[in-house]
C-alpha cells in the first residue's frame, strides 16, 4: 500500500506564509510527478503546482511568482512554499503523486487526505 500523508496547513492573514509537506510511505518502487492540487468550496479541484522526478516545475498562472514547489527524491517528499497568500487561496490542498508500486510496478495516482488552507484577516 501506498500512502501520501500532508502537514503543514492553517489560518494564516493576507500577505503571510504558509509551507505545505507532503510525505509518501508504502513499498515504492519509483515516483513520476508529484505535486499539489486544490479545492475551494463550490470549485472544481484545481492544479496548483507540479514537479517531475527531473525538477521540472509548472504553476497554475494565479499562483506564479508566489508559490515555490519542491521535493525531495530520496525521502519521497513534495513541499508547497506559499508566499504573499491571498483570500482567494483559501481551499483544501491535496497533494498527489503519480508512484510505481514496488508489488505491481504498476503507475497509479496517489492522494493525500487535504489540509485546510484559510487566508482571513
Known amino acids: 500500500q501506498v500512502q501520501l500523508v500532508e502537514s503543514g496547513g492553517g489560518l494564516v492573514q493576507p500577505g503571510g506564509s504558509l509551507r505545505l509537506s507532503c510525505a509518501a510511505f508504502?513499498?515504492?518502487?519509483?515516483?513520476?510527478?508529484m505535486g499539489w492540487y486544490r479545492q475551494a468550496p463550490g470549485k472544481d479541484r484545481e492544479l496548483v503546482a507540479v514537479i517531475t522526478s527531473g525538477g521540472s516545475t509548472n504553476y497554475a498562472d494565479s499562483v506564479k511568482g508566489r508559490f515555490t514547489i519542491s521535493r525531495d527524491n530520496a525521502k519521497n517528499t513534495v513541499s508547497l512554499q506559499m508566499n504573499s497568500l491571498k483570500p482567494e487561496d483559501t481551499a483544501v490542498y491535496y497533494c498527489?503523486?503519480?508512484?510505481?508500486?514496488?508489488?505491481?510496478?504498476?503507475?497509479?495516482?496517489?492522494w493525500g487526505q487535504g489540509t485546510q488552507v484559510t487566508v482571513s484577516s
Open positions: 508504502g513499498t515504492i518502487f519509483s515516483i513520476n510527478d
Open positions: 498527489y503523486g503519480d508512484i510505481v508500486r514496488l508489488a505491481t510496478l504498476r503507475r497509479s495516482d496517489y
